[in-house]
């Protein structure tokens, strides 16, 4: 984040037409958000018009574009973003690279922080076991981290080789889930999925990836 | 004397633990460290290289060997990463270049869902790799 500071600091003092009002945005995506939106709002402050020629964003999955491309001076104008964020969580440090003419401006660097809440936490989503190994049971913990219960009503593995057991701990709170291969002599690929009871109808699922190899 | 002495301490703490949490150049512990490619060049032991970029510029220019894991397509790429990383096993993830964010992304999901404790970002991308000595 500093970085994204530092650079739109140096690039505003380089760059004397487009003032950008926000070039760092911190945004907050709630579970179950596909997506988040920055509007940035520039102006053209010097004497000539400004043309934007590129904008390159730093992740296939952001994207952004100004309504238009050239601005007169004194011309104010946006540039929308949009960040698919997909099944990322936690901080999100994107940016984007806005080029402009005439070409010895020093293209402009917009970032968008963005703090994935989650709702649920787990303390692994991969388990392994080296073949040969005891198959001794992995702990996946399982917090809720929304003021909100969820009860954690299931766990089912998608291999009868591989045993999942659901502990409750507190309920709607925290859960212990036991994850256990019956031998590890073979390679192994399986699946352990949680259910939840919320939201009612469609219950939100996690799942737990287990490998013996 | 005594008591002026401990709150002589006590007056002096406060800019030192100020300064401390404070400072801008203060290491952020969540985050993944970093290596030069010149130490990773100099590495005599295995290690896995992921490439935290698009599918399109891993096919392009990946580094020989590394594994494509980019976030947009995670769900997909994990199973491949699996298959070819041991535990115990070094990793290092790169992506373009500068301050991309997209490798310490990955690295920090890498470092907390399959619990991988030996993770860098390669400092400078993977341009750096190919100039490094």
Not at chain 2, 59 to 67: D, E, F, K, S, V
Not at chain 2, 85 to 94: I, L
Not at chain 2, 104 to 133: C, D, F, M, N
């Amino acid at each position: 984040m500093r970085i994204f500071f530092l650079l739109a600091l140096i690039v505003g003092s380089a760059q004397a037409q487009l003032v950008w009002e926000k070039p760092v945005r911190n945004l907050r995506a709630q579970p179950g958000d596909e997506k988040v939106e920055a509007v940035f709002r520039f102006r053209n402050a010097g004497a000539f018009p400004v043309k934007i020629t590129q904008v390159v964003t730093s992740c296939g999955c952001t994207t952004a574009r100004a309504e238009k491309n050239l601005f007169a001076p004194g011309e104010s104008g946006e540039m929308t973003a949009v960040f698919k964020i997909g099944s990322r969580t936690g901080r999100q440090n994107k940016t984007i690279m806005v080029h402009t003419d005439p070409q010895s401006n020093t293209p402009i660097i917009l970032g968008m922080v963005t703090e994935i809440v989650e709702n649920v936490e787990l303390d692994r989503r991969i388990v392994l076991w080296s073949r040969g190994e005891q198959p001794v049971a992995r702990e996946i913990h399982v917090k809720v981290l929304q003021a909100d219960p969820i009860r954690i009503v299931r766990a089912e593995s998608s291999d009868p080789r591989l045993s999942a057991t659901l502990r409750e701990i507190t309920s709607g709170r925290e859960y212990v889930v036991l994850v256990k291969p019956a031998d590890t002599a073979s390679p192994l690929r399986g699946e352990v999925v949680l259910t939840s009871d919320s939201p009612a109808g469609s219950p939100q699922t996690f799942m737990v990836r287990a490998r013996v190899k | 004397m005594l008591r002026q002495v401990a709150l002589l301490m006590f007056l002096a703490a406060w800019p030192a633990l100020a300064a401390a949490f404070l400072h801008p150049s203060r290491p952020d512990p969540a985050r993944v460290p970093t290596v030069e490619a010149s130490t990773v060049r100099a590495w005599k032991t295995p290690f896995l290289w992921v490439d935290a970029r698009p599918r399109g510029e891993f096919l392009r220019n990946g580094i020989p060997g590394a594994i494509s894991l980019p976030e947009d397509d995670w769900e997909r790429s994990i199973d491949a990463f699996l298959d070819a990383w041991d535990a115990g096993t070094p990793v290092v993830v790169y992506c373009g270049g500068g301050d991309c964010g997209t490798s310490e992304s990955v690295a920090r999901r890498l470092r907390k869902e399959a619990g991988i404790t030996q993770i860098y970002v390669l400092k400078g991308g993977v341009g750096s790799w190919r100039k490094a000595p």
